[in-house]
């Protein structure tokens, strides 16, 4: 009887083993379940970038809703009409595009290293250039929530260091607005004396003599 009690006992304690280590396997398949589950949302991830359209094309469609303007003077696009102040008080309104053959509007942001590298070639061409403006818009000083004092501190320093004798605006509503309309900075508009643009926006900055080029191809568009 004893014999068979030892028997029974130690089966029981085997059979307890096997059902411990059982106990493993099913949090083994949840985990399994759950790394599927963690894998499934990538695979609609990457169905929904494939349905969705390119950055290319997203580019491209933003790229055109700022190209509006032509050659031909009657279909130009008027630049926004502005009523703003520069980064040291003094008013400038959209009227100053009457003084000068062509205005190079050149908006960029103080956060920008390739909008700060070509200040100084903008302000020296500025100099250069005969019945040339050039105006700077700092989109960073105000984007519709109000003035940055730091970003309005540094676009003053830019100012002083490149030397730029032109104004540097701080964002109207109307300029705010417009604005929104740019993807990319530098974003360099060209306007005439009817403030109207002149061929398509520039996105990038370049060099001084590469500037120069591209404001002779406008003059020869007016």
Not at 23 to 43: C, I, L, M, N
Not at 70 to 77: A, F
Not at 103 to 111: A, D, E, H, M, R
Not at 124 to 144: C, Q, R, S, T, Y
């Amino acid at each position: 009887m004893k014999k068979i009690l030892s028997l029974f006992c130690a089966f029981a304690l085997i059979l307890s083993v096997f059902c411990a280590c059982a106990k493993k396997d099913p949090d083994e398949t949840v985990q399994g379940s759950t790394s599927q589950q963690s894998t499934a949302p990538e695979k609609n991830t990457d169905t929904d970038k494939n349905e969705a359209p390119s950055t290319s094309e997203k580019d491209e469609s933003k790229n055109d809703s700022t190209t509006q303007s032509t050659t031909s003077k009657e279909e130009r696009t008027a630049f926004t009409s502005f009523d703003a102040e520069d980064i040291f008080g003094a008013k400038v309104s959209s009227k100053v595009f009457e003084e000068n053959k062509l205005t190079v509007v050149n908006l960029f942001t103080t956060w920008c290293a390739p909008c700060v590298s070509e200040l100084p070639d903008l302000a020296k061409l500025d100099k250069e250039l005969e019945d040339i403006g050039f105006i700077g818009i700092v989109l960073d000083i105000n984007e519709g929530d109000g003035v940055s004092e730091s970003a309005l501190r540094y676009a003053k320093e830019l100012c002083n260091d490149s030397g730029a004798e032109y104004p540097y605006l701080v964002p109207d509503e109307s300029l705010v607005a417009f604005s929104r309309s740019i993807y990319n900075v530098p974003t360099t508009y060209f306007v005439d004396r009817d403030g109207k643009i002149v061929g398509d926006p520039i996105a990038g900055s370049n060099t001084a003599s590469e500037w120069k080029e591209i404001i002779e191809q406008k003059l020869e568009m007016l």
